[in-house]
C-alpha cells in the first residue's frame, strides 16, 4: 500500500460555518487538520464527538459539530541495536516508523462528502463509523513485543541464604507449591516463544506448564542470574566467549531444545561488567530476533537477572531498583513509539503508588504533589513536645530524606529519635488541591513511626518499644483533610529503630492527592 502526504488545502483548514435552511439537519464539518509533526508524535483514534442532531430553527449558525477522526496505521517496529557512545545500547528509540508505511485516513473526508452530497446521517451510518474507529484503535495498540518475565520458584536457597548448588536445586515447601501452581497461573496466556534459562530451578519451573500446554522451551543461555552486584556503571566490555555445558534436566528431554552447541553455550562471565555485557546481549538478541512483531515471549529467569532486564527494556539503570518474585509473572508493553512500560509488577498492575516507589517520584510528572525531599532537622531522644508547631527545633542538625540517618546525622544510632521539617504551600497549589482529601507520602521507615502535620497526628505505622513490631519496608501514605494545612507548615514524624539501619531511608516523600496515592 502506498502513500503519499499531502497538505491540506484551505478548505480543509478552514471550519466550515453556514447559515441553516429551514427543516436542515446540521451536517458534519471539520476542524484545522493537525500538522504531519502532531500526528507524529503519538498513535490517537478518536471517535467523532456526535454533539447534536437536532433540527436548528431557521437563520441558526451551524459551527463543527463533529471533530474529524484519524487513523493512523503504523509499520511494525523494527529493531534498532546501533550503540551510543558509551557502548549501551540504545533504547531510547528502539523502534523506527517508516513514513512509505503510514496511512491517514481522515473520516471527516466521508462525513464532508456526505455533507456535499445532502446525505442524512442515519443509525446505521453512525454504526459504520463507529466499528470503523474500534478496529482502527485496536490495530493500533497491538504494535509491539509482549513480555513476560517469571522467575523460578522458591529454592532452599532463597530460603535460607546458602546458595549451595545443593540449595539450588532444592526447592523449598512453598517452592514445590508454586511450581505446580505454574500451568494455573499461565492459563489463558498465549506465547509465541519461551525463552528459558539454563539452570536446574528454572527449567524445573517451567516443567509443568511445557507438559500441559505442549510445548517447548528454548535453553536462552543470555538470561542465566547474573551478578547481583551489577549497578549499571560498570564499564563497556565485550561479551566474553561460551564456554560451559548446557545441562538439561531428566525429566525435560524433549521438551527443551539448545541453540547452537550445547558442550559450549553457557556463558562464563567473571565480573559485573562481563555480566551487564551478557545482559545487553540478551536484550539486543530478544530485538533483533522479534522486533517489528507483535510476538508474546516468555522469559523464565531469575532474581537479579529479571529486575535488570526489565531495567533494560525501560531504558532505566540496570540497578537492581525491580526485583520479580518468585513464581510470578510481570510483563512489558512494547509501544507504538518502540519504548516499553511495565504494565504489571509480580503480578498486580502498576497504580501511582507503586510506580513512585519503584521509579522515584518526579515532581513535573506530577506537577499535583509537592516534594519534601532534602534536608530535614532530626534529633535523638523522645519529647512528645516535639510534634507541636511552634516546637523550637533550632538546635537540631540537619540529615538527608530520604536516607537512612546512620548515613549522616546518627551514626550507629539504635533508639528514638524525631524528624521535623518546616515547608510551605502556595496558595496556587491550595486552590488546585481544593476540598479534595490530601495524603502524606513517606516512603519507608526502618522500624517504626508516628507523623504530626502542624501538630495534629496523622499516622502511624509499626508498633514501638517493647512490642517492637516492624513495618521497615513498607510505604506510609497517611490522609488528612486539606483544611490541616497553612501557608507555613510543620511535619514532625516520631521514629524508633531497634537493629540495622534507621529512620526514613527510602522515598518518595511527597504530599499530594490522596484519590492518585490509593491502590
Not at 498 to 517: C, E, F, K, N, S
Amino acid at each position: 500500500m502506498t502513500n503519499t502526504w499531502r497538505e491540506p488545502t484551505r478548505s480543509m483548514r478552514k471550519a466550515s460555518f453556514r447559515r441553516a435552511s429551514p427543516g436542515r439537519r446540521p451536517l458534519v464539518v471539520g476542524r484545522p487538520r493537525r500538522t504531519r509533526q502532531e500526528l507524529h508524535s503519538g498513535n490517537e483514534c478518536g471517535c467523532g464527538r456526535l454533539l447534536d442532531f437536532r433540527r436548528p430553527t431557521p437563520g441558526q449558525w451551524i459551527g463543527p459539530l463533529v471533530e474529524p477522526v484519524f487513523f493512523e496505521c503504523h509499520k511494525p517496529i523494527l529493531p534498532d541495536t546501533k550503540r551510543v557512545a558509551n557502548g549501551n545500547p540504545s533504547l531510547e528509540k528502539r523502534g523506527r516508523l517508516d513514513d512509505g508505511f503510514m496511512t491517514r485516513f481522515s473520516i471527516v473526508k466521508l462525513l464532508n462528502l456526505a455533507a456535499i452530497s445532502k446525505i442524512v446521517p442515519t443509525m446505521k451510518s453512525m454504526k459504520f463509523l463507529v466499528l470503523l474507529c474500534a478496529a482502527a484503535f485496536l490495530s493500533s495498540t497491538a504494535l509491539g513485543l509482549d513480555i513476560y518475565i517469571l522467575r523460578h520458584a522458591e529454592t532452599m536457597g532463597n530460603v535460607t541464604g546458602d546458595y549451595s548448588e545443593t540449595n539450588q536445586r532444592t526447592f523449598s515447601p512453598k517452592g514445590l507449591e508454586q511450581v505446580a501452581a505454574v500451568p494455573g497461573r499461565l492459563q489463558g496466556l498465549s506465547f509465541d516463544q519461551i525463552l528459558v534459562s539454563p539452570t536446574w530451578r528454572t527449567q524445573q519451573t517451567i516443567l509443568p506448564y511445557l507438559k500441559a500446554a505442549g510445548r517447548t522451551g528454548e535453553i536462552f543461555p543470555a538470561i542465566e542470574e547474573a551478578d547481583c552486584g551489577i549497578t549499571g556503571q560498570e564499564p563497556s566490555v565485550s561479551v566474553t566467549s561460551k564456554k560451559q555445558p548446557v545441562e538439561l534436566i531428566e525429566d525435560g528431554r524433549g521438551l527443551y531444545v539448545v541453540s547452537g552447541d550445547p558442550a559450549t553455550a553457557r556463558y562464563a562471565p567473571t565480573n559485573t561488567a562481563e555480566g551487564l555485557a551478557i545482559l545487553r546481549e540478551a536484550v539486543d538478541q530478544i530485538l533483533v530476533r522479534f522486533g517489528g512483531t507483535t510476538q508474546s515471549i516468555l522469559l523464565v529467569t531469575h532474581s537479579c537477572t529479571g529486575g535488570r532486564l526489565m531495567e533494560l527494556f525501560l531504558g532505566l539503570p540496570p540497578q537492581g531498583s525491580l526485583s520479580p518474585a518468585n513464581a510470578v509473572l510481570s510483563r512489558l508493553v512494547q509501544k507504538s513509539d518502540g519504548a516499553f512500560e511495565l504494565a504489571t509488577y509480580n503480578g498486580e498492575p502498576l497504580s501511582t503508588l507503586r510506580k513512585m516507589l519503584l521509579f522515584g517520584f518526579k515532581s513535573e510528572a506530577l506537577p499535583g504533589f509537592v516534594d519534601l525531599k532534602g534536608l530535614w532537622q532530626i534529633a535523638a531522644g523522645d519529647d512528645p513536645a516535639r510534634s507541636a508547631m511552634d516546637f523550637d527545633d533550632d538546635g537540631w542538625v540537619s540529615t538527608s530524606v530520604p536516607g537512612g540517618w546512620e548515613g549522616d546525622a546518627l551514626p550507629k544510632y539504635d533508639g528514638l529519635a524525631w524528624y521535623r521539617l518546616h515547608f510551605t504551600v502556595s496558595a496556587e497549589q491550595s486552590e488546585r488541591w481544593g476540598t479534595n482529601t490530601l495524603a502524606l507520602l513517606l516512603g519507608s521507615v526502618d522500624d517504626a513511626d508516628e507523623a504530626y502535620l502542624n501538630g495534629q497526628k496523622i499516622g502511624a505505622m509499626g508498633q514501638f518499644s517493647p512490642a517492637k513490631i516492624t513495618a521497615w519496608d513498607q510505604p506510609r501514605v497517611y490522609e488528612f483533610e486539606p483544611t490541616l494545612l497553612r501557608e507555613e507548615n510543620v511535619l514532625a514524624v516520631r521514629v524508633d529503630d531497634w537493629g540495622g539501619g534507621g529512620g526514613i531511608w527510602r522515598g518518595p516523600v511527597t504530599i499530594g492527592p490522596a484519590g492518585v496515592l490509593r491502590p
